[in-house]
């Protein structure tokens, strides 16, 4: 059970410390995929907030029109949707902050880079099309579902994102994959799932091990904790995707 909250945000944009951004827009606190190994659950300490990440959700119902008073000031810049939350979370197919955000951006031709676990994103298709620079990301960590649920419990299934990667790339939309963090996984067959739709790759290993350590105990994980099992993988999605001259990042 999510229990959503609807918060007025003192601030819709903040400064990206990653150096291909320029800025960042998160329309929600909290995130409804619940995902164990989850970094942005530091943000609960920030705020004084002391419910499980995963459990609740803050709308920011007013960050449309903060987003719009903050672009008629801010320099152009690259603005990243999202790093501490996901823009297509569940409570955004009734709350649509993410596509108000977006036709924002797109009235101030700004160019945007979009991270997600979900397929809801397709929805916005519209939109997307109309950006000069648009890039959108599918984050998948695994081939295999049962690896899914334990790790990120209320996410769209796998089979659901891949398609999602796909229909992108047929409408034109530049895409990437995230494999962040690498979860159990046989690496050649994710990396053959993903290859056709993906115009660049990104992958990361689990840097987040005293969250989800139980996780892999309980389930006689270990082994895929080990610095062996995520060089291999790296280097079987190397293999496959510069075959076909597309860029991995590692
Ligand atoms: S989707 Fe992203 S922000 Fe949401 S819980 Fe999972 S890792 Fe955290």
Redesign the pocket.
Do not use: L
């Given at each position: 059970m999510i229990r959503v909250s609807e918060i007025e945000a003192k601030s819709a944009l903040t400064r990206s410390r990653i150096p291909s951004l320029d800025f960042c827009l998160n329309p929600y606190f909290g995130?409804g995929?619940?995902?164990r190994y989850?970094y942005?659950d530091f943000m609960c300490r920030f705020r004084k907030r002391k419910e499980r990440w995963?459990s609740f959700v803050d709308v920011k119902t007013n960050v449309p029109e903060l987003l719009e008073r903050q672009l008629r000031r801010r320099p152009p810049g690259r603005v990243s949707i999202s790093t501490?939350?996901?823009p297509y979370?569940p409570v955004e197919s009734k709350y649509r902050l993410t596509r108000r955000c977006l036709q924002t951006l797109l009235d101030y031709g700004r160019r945007i880079s979009i991270l997600t676990?979900s397929d809801l994103v397709l929805r916005d298709m519209d939109l997307l099309k109309q950006f000069e620079a648009c890039e959108v990301g599918l984050t998948i960590t695994t081939d295999n579902e049962k690896i899914k649920k334990l790790f990120?419990p209320n996410?769209p299934t796998i089979r659901r994102r891949i398609k999602a990667l796909e229909k992108l790339k047929e409408q034109g939309i530049v895409t990437y994959a995230f494999i962040g963090p690498l979860l159990p996984a046989n690496p050649a067959k994710l990396g053959e799932m993903i290859v056709p739709f993906a115009d660049s790759l990104l992958v990361d290993r689990m840097n987040y091990r005293s969250k989800v350590v139980r996780i892999y105990r309980q389930n006689r994980l270990e082994r895929f904790l080990e610095d062996d099992y995520f060089d291999a993988a790296a280097e079987t999605f190397e293999k496959i995707f510069e075959n076909k001259q597309i860029e991995v990042v590692w």
């Open positions: 995130c995929h619940g995902c989850c942005a995963g501490v939350t996901d979370q676990k990120e996410s």
